[in-house]
């Protein structure tokens, strides 16, 4: 599992959790949802890797949707762009 990060600058950050066990933290509000995923492995908090998203819960709400559609037609291969 990774997660890949750019700027507006365009300065890209990238976290990779490779094969290792990650706790997911999901927080909601009325108009946004943030998703947390941390690794549990990682002891040294100068190395923890972790990844904080915020998104409008809308267009979150609109590609789950979209992507569930598209799982239950049977087309999926596998990770799309939705959106």
Sequence with gaps: M????????GRRYEVDFEDDPVLLDVAMSATTIQITMTATED?????????????????????????????KSGNRKGPTRVG
């Design 2 to 9: 990774f997660a890949i990060l750019r700027q507006a600058g």
């Design 43 to 71: 002891r040294d908090p100068e190395k923890n890797r972790f990844v904080t998203v915020t998104v409008p819960r809308e267009a979150l709400i609109a590609a789950l949707a979209a992507a569930g559609s598209t799982a």
